[in-house]
Nanobody, 117 residues
């Protein structure tokens, strides 16, 4: 069993920055992928970014160049540095953990990010 604890959401003006953190604990696989998804009201959940223990990173086109994902491998913590925030970034952001080989997906509770214009 894996637990994910998220923090760092909040309210920020357009052009501002936030950093999200997600710490995984429990039965952590040595090989895994951790990432961030987001869901705005009326929208589908979408991948924002993810990063494997091998360092492979994926970004959504909409955030590329503005967001940076990283992780502390020793602490099983993933970060999302969000710069140049736009109102369309407003959403609930969910941390995800996937062991490799994949057994199941684990999700954080979600943290609200609101960007005002």
């Amino acid at each position: 069993q894996v637990q994910l604890v998220e923090s760092g959401g909040g309210l920020v003006q357009a052009g501002g920055s936030l950093r999200l953190s997600c710490a995984a604990s429990g039965s952590i696989s040595r090989s895994n992928v951790m990432g961030w998804y987001r869901q705005a009201p009326g929208n589908q959940r979408e991948l924002v970014a993810d990063i494997s223990t091998g360092g492979r990173i994926n970004y959504a086109d909409s955030v590329m160049g503005r967001f940076t994902i990283s992780r502390d491998f020793a602490k099983n913590t993933v970060f999302l540095q969000m710069n140049s925030l736009k109102p369309e970034d407003t959403a609930v952001y969910y941390c995800q953990y996937n062991p490799v080989p994949k057994w199941r997906d684990y999700w954080g509770q979600g943290t609200q990010v609101t960007v005002s214009s």
